[in-house]
């Protein structure tokens, strides 16, 4: 049984539904992340776990019990927050001791608790600084150690890493997982970052207007996607259809592709990556060939890109160096077939 269960719910704010019939499942001990743009339903659904607001109909089941409407102060949940909310009056063994107190824990105890919560976030010795003679990383471990220190059942993170810089979040990212998997809490983290979710989660929930468009390990995501939408997220720019006629499939034109799996329909959205499109000159062999003409060349370092015009739409293919294509070069496509995805349609 999943340790916390949103059913049917329905939730938004007077008359503007963010979710509806919204269901989510984490198991316990699971790192699970909600990813999606802004205005998806991310922070929604983590405000109503944590209890900050109720739903208009539906049930937040916790471990077995319906705690839907328990307010939030009762629910033993962890909460780090984007902007670390620490209070500025008070040091770092205040802050994090301050959840400790208000639960009436023991002087003995509590002290026992907070230092070792600082040592676990490698902040030995900073219990007497306040948090305006810390720097950014340095606040936000200590935001993580008062909501870890009271034993939550359930750590929940609302973009806890956006503030930060770009090798700060990367650093931060790695000793929160490390964290979790030391201590192994459940852990529920909302970000718009893909490349920070992936690295981070057991299982990502990738959100879109409302609704989890997918949810499964980050490499089933970026490998497997099952919509346009999950493709075009994680980086999928090339799509085309593919009808099963005369037992093989074809393009839009007519031509046959071997592609790397059936499927028991006779049409399919298919995609691809730009990286795995091969470009020859028109003309020289190739298997899956797709002719087209150049239509931009973008120079991006080390590699090219090539906006393609071909029968059955434009690609975007990313490749070396080693031969350069002017625009108006007639080419041809090779399109990976082990690389072909299957997907289903879906209006976005």
């Not at 909600?34 to 922070?43: D, F, V």
């Not at 471990?63 to 939030?72: A, E, M, N, Q, S």
């Not at 770009?166 to 983290?189: D, P, S």
């Not at 070396?320 to 002017?326: M, T």
Request: proline share 4%.
């Amino acid at each position: 049984m999943a340790l916390l269960e949103l059913k049917d719910i329905t939730a938004g704010y007077d008359k503007n539904i963010i979710l509806r019939d919204f269901n989510l499942q984490v198991e316990r001990g699971h790192f699970v992340s909600l990813l999606g743009s802004s205005g998806c339903g991310k922070t929604t659904t983590l405000r109503l776990i944590a209890g900050f607001s109720q739903p208009q109909a539906g049930s937040v089941i916790f471990d077995g019990r319906d705690i839907t409407h328990v307010p939030l102060h009762k629910r033993n949940f962890g909460f780090v927050f984007q902007s670390y909310a620490l209070f500025p009056h008070m040091t770092v063994f205040d802050n994090v001791a301050f959840g400790l107190k208000m639960r009436k824990v023991g002087k003995e105890e509590t002290r026992k608790r907070v230092l070792d919560m600082l040592s676990l976030v490698d902040l030995d010795g900073f219990e007497k600084r306040y948090p305006r003679e810390m720097s950014g990383g340095q606040r936000q471990r200590v935001a993580l150690a008062r909501a870890m220190v009271i034993n939550p059942d359930l750590m929940l993170f609302d973009e806890p890493l956006s503030n930060l810089d770009a090798k700060l979040r990367v650093k931060m990212r790695v000793e929160i997982r490390r964290i979790q998997q030391e201590l192994g809490f459940t852990a529920i983290y909302v970000t718009h970052d893909q490349e920070e979710c992936f690295a981070i989660s057991d299982e990502v929930a990738i959100m879109n207007k409302g609704v989890i468009e997918q949810m499964d390990s980050p490499a089933h995501i970026f490998n497997r996607p099952r919509t346009e939408f999950i493709a075009r997220f994680v980086g999928f720019e090339n799509f085309f259809d593919l009808i099963r006629s005369d037992g093989a499939w074809r393009t839009q034109s007519g031509d046959p592709l071997r592609v790397p799996e059936e499927k028991t329909g006779s049409t399919y959205r298919a995609c691809i990556r730009p990286e795995d499109v091969k470009i020859h000159p028109q003309g020289e062999p190739c298997e899956n060939a797709v002719p087209g003409e150049v239509l931009v060349t973008t120079f991006l370092g080390r590699n090219v890109q090539y906006n393609v015009g071909t029968a059955i739409g434009e690609f975007t293919v990313k490749t070396d160096q080693s031969v350069v294509y002017s625009i108006g070069s007639k080419v041809q496509l090779e399109l990976s077939a082990n690389k072909i995805i299957f997907i289903d349609p879906i209006n976005t």
